[in-house]
């Protein structure tokens, strides 16, 4: 039950596009396709934002997106906007019926 | 509109237990897994348990095992997690979330906990 690996910061202008990694191993994030990306903004409870790898629930904007290449999920957030700047926590199913996050990666839109 | 509410947080001392419930209001509560998870202060996310829709399956993180518990009861829509031997790195805000077979799509605001002598 380790926890996913994600990249502690990443940052962009307005406009631009940006994508945040989170990898795993063969026994999560390369086994299964239930990956799921999470919005944290300070003091704040998270909110799903992508499932199932590349879904997005009803009303999230299709400037989000994700993927998957063997152990490595992405989230990419496209024509970045200030209310986009917010922690970033990919989740994954696990062998044994349990579920692992990644640390978690702060987005700063400069 | 669909809600999760957490309550029963507080100050424990080590070694003492509390009990943490989420009421649920908007949904068909017995349809879903339902999760905990927790976040440390300054620190990341981290999944706790989760139960199947009638209880039949009920999963931990290692860290719990033993010493949390999870249960639901259909009836009152409502989720809970009875928490004993906590230790300070229990110390947390616990989120209470619809989900725990596929995605966590519905969080509650949280309750926090705190283990501290």
């Known amino acids: 039950q380790s926890a996913l690996t994600q990249p502690a910061s990443v940052s962009g202008p307005p406009g631009q596009s940006i994508t945040i990694s989170c990898t795993g191993t063969?026994?999560?994030?390369?086994?299964?396709?239930?990956v799921s990306w999470y919005q944290q903004h300070p003091g704040k409870a998270p909110k799903l934002m992508i499932y199932?790898?590349?879904n997005r629930p009803s009303g999230i904007s299709n400037r989000f997106s994700g993927s998957k290449s063997g152990n490595t999920a992405s989230l990419t957030i496209s024509g970045l906007q200030a209310e986009d700047e917010a922690d970033y926590y990919c989740?994954?199913?696990?062998?044994?019926?349990?579920?692992?996050f990644g640390g978690g990666t702060k987005l700063t839109v400069l | 509109e669909v809600q999760l509410e957490e309550s029963g947080g507080g100050l424990v001392q080590p070694g003492g237990s509390l009990r943490l419930s989420c009421a649920a209001s908007?949904?068909?509560?017995?349809?879903?897994?339902m999760s905990w998870v927790r976040q440390a202060p300054g620190k990341g996310l981290e999944w706790v348990a989760n139960?199947?829709?009638?209880?039949?399956?009920?999963y931990y993180v290692d860290s719990v095992k033993g010493r949390f518990t999870i249960s639901r009861d259909n009836a009152k829509n409502s989720l809970y997690l009875q928490m004993n031997s906590l230790r300070a790195e229990d110390t947390a805000v616990y989120y209470c979330?619809?989900?725990?077979?596929?995605?966590?799509?519905?969080w509650g605001q949280g309750t926090t906990v705190t283990v501290s002598s």
């Open positions: 139960i199947k829709q009638d209880g039949s399956e009920r």
């Open positions: 989740s994954s199913y696990s062998s044994s019926s349990t579920w692992v």
């Open positions: 063969s026994s999560d994030v390369g086994s299964y396709n239930s």
């Open positions: 199932d790898v590349n």
């Open positions: 908007g949904f068909t509560f017995s349809t879903y897994w």
């Open positions: 979330a619809r989900g725990g077979s596929s995605r966590f799509g519905v």
